[in-house]
């Protein structure tokens, strides 16, 4: 019957090639899906397992080359410290995993194990053990394994499955995360076992414990090379690991979703406060209208629609000044330029007209009292506001009561007559000199009704 040594060991190269693969694919992975710009701790620390991927999937195929081609004395000695190497990168990334997902309580019984200076004591011990050993590479793999590699695996898988519990699960949603969840585990349990199978399954030495545990008494007890157990553990590591990035991807995914929701919220909050805005617009009794820098009209409120006989969409985008306020009273041409609501934008101060006059869709006109304001938008203006009313009757009343004092005022011996002999009302001659107590624009006609 073949020994089972015999069985595997044409195998060793392919197993070698897989599992040195296995770890630089990882490696590679990572850096492609590594996400620097994440908010999940666990970015910050993805680098570190990259790089024991590379290092650990480099060593692994230094140990292929020595199947394939034979042993070289410097790889022989290259072998153990790129070893260690690669382990202190692993033992990293498993401390400050485990450390981040700690609540507070528990980081204060675990400060000594977690802090940095736990590395002194660890090298210390691989140094002495050496520096008395006659045999130095090989205790240096020995060693190196036992205290760098075994708690480094142990603790990494220990993080994955704290992380997950303390993180992940409170930030992605329940339907996504039985993936991210079953991964994180996967990745904590493939872990552990590599650290058995990595850490505490060494070369055979003659000291203990390694010469009772050993990958020579694994394959008599198991009748399976351990190197085979490592490969499946670094496949299972890297799938797992491989699946668990896309927690990246679910992180984007929930970003959008809360972008998506602010949008819709801030949405909704402008289209309530737009509302608003109309609603005070409409209810004002003062016309109101705002204008761009070039004097397009943005907005105007229903009193300034009523009192204008515009419709909305006939100024909205048009110049308000060339609709509403191009010729004076007197018939003559009116520059925008010298408007006083457009010299609001020029000197960025408020205008007060205690009179002007404005003139309807119908050619009609009636006179007004408006003010003009600058809108800002923190340092830069973009428009103008204005507020008018028709003070049409204003004027009116106040030219009546000037044509009454002055009646009062005249002695009985000197008072005009406009009484006609027979009581039916004023002459012609008191008739007009009524009319020429009003002001023009207050006098009865198509063009400039009262």
Request: some cysteine; charged content about 15%.
């Amino acid at each position: 019957m073949p020994s089972v040594t015999n069985l595997f060991q044409p195998y060793m190269d392919v197993v070698f090639l897989i599992y040195g693969l296995a770890f630089l694919v990882m490696g590679l992975v990572i850096l492609i899906r590594h996400n620097q710009k994440s908010n999940l701790q666990l970015a910050n620390n993805l680098r570190l397992l990259a790089g024991f991927g590379f290092i650990h999937g480099f060593l692994e195929w230094m140990d292929l080359w020595r199947v394939v081609h034979g042993d070289i004395a410097w790889l022989a000695t290259m072998r153990p410290i790129i070893l260690l190497v690669s382990y202190l990168f692993l033992f990293e990334f498993g401390r400050r995993l485990v450390y981040i997902s700690l609540s507070p309580e528990a980081l204060t019984k675990s400060a000594i194990l977690l802090n940095a200076w736990i590395y002194a004591p660890l090298l210390l011990v691989i140094l002495a053990a050496v520096m008395i050993s006659h045999q130095p590479m090989l205790a240096l793999n020995i060693w190196s394994r036992y205290l760098i590699g075994f708690i480094g695996s142990s603790i990494s898988g220990i993080g994955f499955i704290l992380y997950y519990h303390k993180h992940l699960m409170l930030e992605i949603t329940e339907t996504e995360s039985s993936t991210i969840r079953l991964a994180s585990h996967f990745a904590g349990t493939a872990f552990l076992a590599y650290g058995v199978f990595g850490g505490l399954v060494v070369p055979l030495s003659d000291w203990f414990p390694s010469s009772i545990i050993n990958q020579e008494s694994f394959l008599v007890t198991f009748h399976i090379p351990v190197q085979l157990l490592r490969a499946l553990c670094a496949v299972w590591i890297t799938v797992s690991v491989c699946i668990l990035l896309g927690v990246f991807h679910l992180e984007e995914q929930q970003h959008l979703r809360n972008a998506f929701q602010r949008m819709q919220q801030t949405l909704a909050d402008l289209h309530r406060l737009n509302h608003q805005n109309e609603l005070i617009l409409s209810s004002a009794v003062e016309g109101i209208f705002g204008i761009d820098t070039e004097g397009r009209t943005v907005f105007v409120n229903k009193a300034a629609l009523h009192m204008l006989g515009y419709q909305q969409e006939e100024l909205i985008g048009k110049s308000i000044h060339a609709l509403t306020h191009h010729t004076t009273l007197q018939g003559d041409f009116y520059p925008v330029e010298d408007c006083p609501i457009h010299q609001t934008m020029k000197t960025h101060t408020i205008h007060h007209i205690n009179s002007d006059v404005f003139w309807r869709k119908d050619g009609s006109s009636f006179s007004v009292e408006y003010q003009s304001a600058p809108i800002w938008n923190e340092e830069q203006m973009f428009g103008a506001v204005v507020a008018f009313q028709d003070i049409t009757e204003r004027k009116q009343q106040q030219a009546i009561e000037a044509f009454m004092r002055e009646g009062a005022e005249m002695n009985p011996a000197g008072q005009e007559q406009y009484q006609s002999p027979k009581g039916r009302g004023p002459t012609t001659k008191g008739a007009s000199r009524l009319q020429s107590r009003f002001p023009p624009e207050c006098a009865h006609g198509p063009s400039r009704p009262i």
